[in-house]
């Protein structure tokens, strides 16, 4: 690379970097706001939820696996067996494969255990953490509709979806925002991307972490943050 004393910009093996100075300045890595010292809904006792499925058409794929972290205890994780063969593609992620699944309870139980499970943070006002809860819950429902289960009261359901929440805040401005992308972000620790259980604890955590670092989210209810995410949508 031929050093300018002038103000320009390099492009050299696909790398373009601003050059002043005879210095290669790089672009800051984006960090999250400090965390701050106020209430909002981030402390109070949140669940959460995440599913493993056949694949990521909600219509159409099935549920595989459940976590269901509670407010106050115990967790409940779970397999379904969904009576139709796993792609490849769907084990290759989260892990889950046919032999694995041979003797887990059909969609009928398992979908049942989740749905009353989400009553009950409805029944109780708890807000439930879900990220993309869009494709999650879009899933819930439709399974929960082909095997005859009682659906939960969905108005009711006070849901804290990290995925929207970011993008309000964000504007999509960060790049890729997955959840191990929005997690490293926030310093969230997430060991086993596509277990369920890890990706419900780790949605759960960035829930907090945007509370605790951003007060104009945090001062919401979480009523008032459900309408707000709906605006975000």
């Not at 672009?27 to 106020?38: E, I, V």
């Not at 109070?44 to 595989?64: H, Q, W, Y």
């Not at 191990?180 to 759960?204: E, K």
């Amino acid at each position: 690379v031929r050093i300018n004393k002038y103000v320009g910009v390099a492009v050299v093996c696909g790398l373009a970097g601003a050059i002043a100075a005879k210095r290669l300045i790089r672009r800051r890595k984006p960090r999250p706001p400090r965390r701050g010292d106020h209430d909002g809904w981030h402390r109070v006792p949140l669940a959460s939820l995440d599913l493993e499925t056949t694949g990521i058409d909600p219509l159409n794929d099935r549920v595989l696996s459940y976590a269901l972290l509670s407010d106050v205890g115990p967790d409940i994780n779970g397999l379904i067996n969904p009576g139709i063969p796993i792609p490849a593609s769907s084990a290759e992620v989260h892990g889950i494969t046919d032999v694995l699944l041979a003797d887990a309870p059909p969609p009928a139980v398992g979908i049942a255990i989740v749905a009353r499970w989400v009553q009950s943070l409805i029944d109780r006002g708890v807000g439930l953490v879900v990220f993309n809860a869009a494709y999650d819950l879009s899933m819930l429902h439709v399974e929960a509709t082909r095997w005859g289960v009682k659906q939960p009261d969905w108005e009711r359901l006070l849901i804290v979806d990290p995925y929207v929440i970011d993008w309000g805040i964000q504007r999509g401005q960060l790049g890729s925002r997955k959840l191990t992308d929005v997690a490293a972000y926030y310093s969230v620790t997430l060991d086993n991307a596509h277990d369920a259980a890890a990706d419900a604890r780790a949605a759960r955590g960035v829930a907090i972490e945007i509370g605790a670092r951003h007060p104009h989210i945090a001062a919401s209810s979480l009523a008032e943050l459900m309408r707000r995410q709906r605006s975000w949508y």
